[in-house]
């Protein structure tokens, strides 16, 4: 099983649009979780932290459920500049990525 | 001002050489990374050092060295150069020991093996 997986998508929905990324973990041990953006021909940037609580970024949410280890990101009202690939991401001391789900939004 | 700077941002090579990438952070952290990103767009971690020293070395062909001469470089020396090794390679820096702390990463050298 691999330590962070995602569905590679791509997500294809038009502006306005909300749509949720799933990601698994493995490592029930981990303590930090991050959603990273990654423009094409760019280098990951961090898009927020996931917090047990779960936490909320203007139209970015986050979701984090230890017990079936996994983490959720939803972006509501989708805009052409949020077409990117999504990065999940594990642990801090050595972050580990999953593969990305690519989001493509139309007009 | 760049806080995780790589150099070159292109390498167009042949098959058989050796060449070296460079990074640097300017944010006073202690650990570094090198990622390779394949084809694939998958980020697999190759190095990680903290504080000069090397903490975790992946399954990375012997090859690629890694060499830290301060906290703030680590540079990436690839021996004997293969198709195979095409891909872009990001170096990235985080604080050490924080649950939480993010990793910040460089532009990218993007490697070509000709």
């Known amino acids: 099983r691999k330590e962070v997986e995602q569905d590679p998508g791509p997500f294809n929905v038009p502006e306005g649009a909300t749509v949720a990324f799933n990601c698994t973990y493995s490592n029930s041990a981990s303590q930090s979780f991050f959603w990273y953006r990654q423009d094409c021909r760019k280098e990951p940037k961090l898009l927020m932290s996931?917090?047990?609580s779960g936490n909320e970024d203007g139209r970015f949410t986050a979701q984090l459920n230890r017990a079936s280890q996994y983490i959720s990101l939803l972006i509501r009202d989708s805009k052409l500049s949020d077409s990117a690939t999504y990065l999940c991401?594990?642990?801090?001391?050595?972050?580990?990525f999953g593969r990305g789900t690519s989001l493509i939004v139309h007009p | 001002d760049t806080a995780v700077s790589q150099t070159p941002k292109y390498l167009v090579t042949q098959m058989g050489n050796d060449k070296s990438i460079k990074c640097e952070q300017n944010l006073g952290h202690d650990t570094m990374y090198w990622y390779k990103q394949d084809s694939k767009k998958f980020l697999k971690i190759m190095f990680s050092y903290n504080n000069k020293e090397l903490i975790i070395n992946e399954t990375v062909p012997n090859r690629f060295s890694p060499k830290s001469p301060d906290k703030a470089h680590l540079n990436l020396h690839i021996n004997s150069l293969e198709l195979g090794d095409s891909a872009v390679y990001f170096c990235?820096?985080?604080?050490?020991?924080?649950?939480?702390?993010?990793?910040?990463f460089g532009q990218g050298t993007r490697l070509t093996v000709v």
């Open positions: 990235a820096s985080s604080p050490s020991g924080g649950v939480g702390t993010e990793a910040f």
């Open positions: 996931v917090y047990s």
């Open positions: 991401v594990v642990g801090s001391y050595i972050p580990t």
